[in-house]
């Protein structure tokens, strides 16, 4: 218990004073041995990281908006995906625990082989995905999706293919403890498949999809190894993620500062959507005895 | 024969988003796995199947990557993070399971605030505070295993304590009981009864605090120094290299990488009953 407490005030509170303090001088890789000392710069910092745009030509507000955008977008797109999973594997049939096992690869494969699979997938000319495109027309096989504009797509839909499983598995969840009586009582009033689940299932699952949105848009926020490994240094702008941002500012351009600012400004923002999941989480039902 | 009446979907519907899921989720992996076996020069001229297959791919990259290195690195580094981990997580996750206490409450919400603290603003300032415990007393952190072993606990440790609570909530509190009323001390139930039970339970925390560390590159990248890389940070550079040079490597690109998947989804598949509650709880997908 105690060890626990202890390592967890220094692990976090420590660290996060320390960011603060840093943010409010100016720490380079020079002054980092005597970072204590380091010239203090006011909030000269956090006007940079707002106004400024650093070597990347993206300031931490255009990373912000990078950011929100993907794990918006991310967590959008894979809800439908994951509720409709759940729906196929619902009910029993022959090769469903072969399927259900099948459905988890994706998500259970280390991010830092997707991002080198998908970069295969996305390469002009060999690429599969351009092959396909090609194929039935709609894009030309040398396609260049790994810079400019483009990679935020590849990005995204990369990121589509690896996460969708967490909806997926939270709704799948859910759809189990649904009793089957309401279902036959649905059927003896009539209801078509669309009425049973749009009246039955989807109406019960509403806390848990919610809880799921908020968490998908959280972890998505944070997400740094796939853009890092999958575009390389310098990434372009185009993903060039709020963590991303930090990192490269941090230990590519060695503006140890900057890069602490930026850290709590993500934070701050980050409470936000930490504070509704705090409040939606019902830790009495998990604990009590 | 009758339909099953929770079957939301009518069977053309069904039939037709599982041939699609099945195929999305199939061919990538397929590509991949194509890809490791086609010899590095074909890979880009054209052509999807390979002239002959290039088995060797799978020889030669232990020594153009150092493939060996970065996954004895790995083992080392997340095995330690994660036993303990695990051993402090059962500990805690016993007293706050069976007492009630002051803060029992705070510290549950502040094991799950934990999860969601984003990874990199912790990055710059463990950077520092490693940097600056270096130069004032020799105690080596940036380069060695102990710097990415004590970060990895810092993760693991709310998690698997989080997982532990869970886990020991479900174990019936009358089985300790009997072993008190018959003498037992408070550690001997804990030792003789309750770890026994809660071993599937402490699999599940094992497994992802192990995997805490084995997906991470953000701090590994930082914090180790080329003869402590991990597996993750050995690929992410040799990768990075393969950007400006005259013939990339992908068919051994791609054979490293099936081998640094391919035994998380075995663990995977093999737990499967077991992990499926945990996969939800956080900070899986780093």
Wanted: hydrophobic share 55%; proline share 6%.
């Amino acid at each position: 218990m105690w060890p626990n407490i202890v390592v967890v005030l220094l692990i976090v509170a420590l660290p996060f004073l320390i960011a603060v303090y840093t943010s409010f001088l100016s720490v380079d890789q020079y002054t980092l041995r005597q970072w204590v000392g380091a010239p203090w710069v006011g909030f000269e910092n956090y006007v940079e990281a707002l106004a400024g745009s650093n070597v990347l030509s993206v300031s931490a507000l255009g990373s912000l908006g990078i950011s929100v955008a993907f794990s918006v977008l991310t967590t959008l797109i894979i809800t439908p995906i994951g509720i409709l999973a759940a729906l196929t594997v619902n009910t029993s049939f022959r090769g469903r625990a072969l399927l259900r096992s099948l459905y988890l690869v994706p998500y259970v494969i280390p991010t830092f082989v997707t991002a080198l699979l998908w970069r295969m997938m996305f390469l002009p000319n060999t690429g599969l995905l351009n092959r396909a495109l090609s194929a039935i027309g709609l894009a030309d096989v040398n396609t260049y999706w790994l810079v400019g504009a483009k990679s935020f797509w590849a990005m995204t839909i990369t990121e589509v293919w690896a996460v969708w499983a967490f909806i997926y598995i939270m709704v799948l969840a859910g759809l189990q403890s649904i009793p089957i009586e309401q279902y036959e009582v649905a059927e003896l009033d009539g209801a078509n498949s669309w009425q049973k689940l749009t009246r039955v299932v989807l109406p019960q699952l509403r806390g848990l999809i919610y809880l799921a949105l908020l968490l998908s848009t959280l972890f998505h926020f944070n997400n740094f190894t796939l853009p890092f490994v999958m575009f390389g240094t310098p990434p372009p702008a185009a993903v060039t993620v709020l963590p991303l941002n930090i990192y490269l500012t941090s230990f590519n351009l060695f503006d140890f500062s900057l890069g602490s600012a930026m850290s709590v400004i993500t934070l701050i923002i980050m409470l936000v959507p930490g504070f509704f999941y705090l409040r939606m989480l019902r830790l009495g039902e998990v604990t009590s005895r | 024969m009758r339909r099953d009446p929770r079957e939301p979907l009518p069977p053309p519907v069904r039939i037709g988003a599982i041939i699609g899921f099945v195929l999305a989720i199939t061919l990538p992996i397929a590509f991949m796995l194509l890809l490791s076996v086609t010899p590095d020069p074909e890979i880009g001229s054209g052509g999807l199947i390979p002239s002959h297959w290039a088995f060797d791919n799978y020889v030669k990259m232990w020594s153009t990557v150092n493939l060996g290195r970065g996954l004895a690195n790995s083992l080392v580094i997340c095995g330690i993070s994660s036993a303990v981990a695990v051993a402090f997580a059962v500990g805690a996750a016993y007293v706050l399971s069976r007492f009630d206490f002051r803060g029992r409450f705070p510290y549950l919400y502040s094991l799950i605030a934990l999860q969601s603290v984003p990874h990199v603003m912790l990055l710059l300032p463990l950077f520092v505070l490693f940097s600056s415990i270096q130069t004032a007393i020799p105690f080596r952190l940036i380069g060695t295993y102990q710097g990415p072993v004590i970060t990895y606990l810092t993760f693991a440790l709310p998690l698997a304590t989080w997982l532990m609570v869970s886990y020991l909530s479900s174990i019936p509190v009358e089985l300790e009981e009997a072993a008190l009323v018959d003498g037992a001390t408070r550690v001997q139930a804990l030792r003789k009864v309750v770890v026994p039970l809660a071993q599937p339970g402490m699999v599940v925390a094992l497994v992802f605090s192990f995997l805490v560390g084995w997906n991470d590159v953000l701090f590994a990248s930082v914090l180790t120094s080329p003869d402590t890389r991990t597996l993750a940070v050995e690929l992410q550079t040799f990768s990075a290299a393969q950007q400006g040079g005259s013939l990339p490597l992908y068919g051994q690109m791609m054979g490293a990488s099936v081998v640094s998947a391919l035994p998380v989804v075995i663990l995977y598949m093999v737990f499967q009953r077991y992990l499926i509650g945990g996969l939800t709880a956080g900070g899986v997908k780093g």
